[in-house]
């Protein structure tokens, strides 16, 4: 995968892709153009990016067993596992490219160029938004629990999670007639480059964080209140109670993984939303410098978004640590099995 531009200082740097880099008609004020620190900037996104990848593979392994593998939130956890671990790579080898130049001398043409933006912008609108879909799958579980059965479905969220799907992929359908290779860099004109910006800031940032905030304080409500209820009734309801006991304990490792995304996506926006208006209007120059130096760390904090899910589970939640040790020991038993009746046949 090539970057939109292999020059470098006149690069026009996005935190979640290149396709915002090099419009035909730059706008003024050098907007979203930033340094890149170097090796060990790098060196920082590679551990990040390794270690997010095992844990998606994890997560994926973790999902797929019988204890959780028919729970509607375990669809949105397969979806999130794929597509974040496809933005960091996407982003490891963008990042790659820029510090050691290795894809500067690959020929691109306009179809590379278009197929490459498109995913970019697909994995970069649809993995919050499947956070907000887990959220809200989350609070109608815990809103109405004697009907969660009908409603909180993997058939119902595999609906969900196609349907932002398909309006992810509409929202970047523009690249492909914007985005075209010349002088083999990829260049996107003047209309799409604010295009890419405004879904950026608004619809991938802003408004899922605004969602995934609103819904995780409503479950917390809901469960605190049910909680109290608990206390109050616990003898009347023993039986009840005990049933919306484990399903508390099943939420609150979920509910933990959404404020994180929250708080990994917030800091990015608020950045990067301040250092593009003061790059646009050119006003205060300090200001503009000092959010030039926060973007780099801000963008790493973000990157983690992108690989804390099956780690967040897991320290948080002794059902999660069980399930991952009884399916890496089927995963054992397994291949033991298959290894016995490959050495008998």
Request: proline fraction near 3%.
């Amino acid at each position: 995968m090539a970057n939109v531009t292999h020059n470098l200082e006149d690069r026009n740097y996005s935190d979640d892709g290149d396709e915002l880099q090099n419009s035909k008609t730059a706008p003024s004020g050098g907007w979203l153009h930033t340094e890149i620190n170097g090796p060990g900037h790098w060196g920082i996104m590679l551990s990040i990016v390794i270690t997010g990848i095992v844990g998606n593979i994890l997560l994926f392994i973790m999902m797929r067993n019988t204890k959780v593998r028919f729970l509607s939130y375990s669809v949105y956890l397969k979806f999130l596992s794929v597509s974040d671990s496809l933005l960091l790579v996407m982003r490891l080898i963008q990042e790659t490219d820029m510090i050691f130049i290795l894809l500067s001398s690959t020929p691109v043409n306009d179809a590379f160029c278009k197929i490459e933006s498109s995913i970019h912008i697909l994995v970069m609108l649809l993995c919050p938004w499947l956070v907000v879909g887990l959220s809200l799958d989350r609070f109608v579980c815990v809103r109405c629990p004697m009907t969660r059965g009908r409603f909180c479905t993997q058939k119902k969220a595999l609906f969900v999670c196609s349907t932002m799907l398909g309006i992810s992929f509409v929202l970047a359908v523009p690249i492909v007639f914007k985005v075209e290779a010349v002088n083999e860099q990829c260049v996107s004109s003047h209309e799409l480059y604010y295009y890419l910006a405004f879904i950026r800031l608004l619809i991938a940032s802003s408004l899922p964080c605004v969602a995934i905030l609103v819904l995780n304080i409503l479950i917390i409500i809901r469960i605190r209140r049910s909680n109290a209820f608990r206390k109050t009734f616990a003898r009347s309801r023993l039986r009840s109670d005990s049933a919306n006991h484990q399903h508390d304990h099943s939420t609150r490792p979920l509910v933990i993984m959404s404020v994180m995304a929250f708080v990994t996506m917030v800091p990015a926006a608020v950045t990067e939303s301040s250092y593009n208006l003061l790059g646009v209007y050119n006003r205060n120059v300090k200001a503009y410098e000092l959010s030039q130096v926060i973007l780099p760390p801000v963008r790493l904090i973000y990157l983690l978004n992108f690989g804390l899910n099956f780690y967040l589970l897991v320290l948080s939640s002794k059902n999660y640590r069980n399930i991952m040790k009884e399916t890496l020991r089927c995963n054992r038993s397994t291949q033991y099995r298959e290894q016995h009746v490959n050495s008998i046949s």
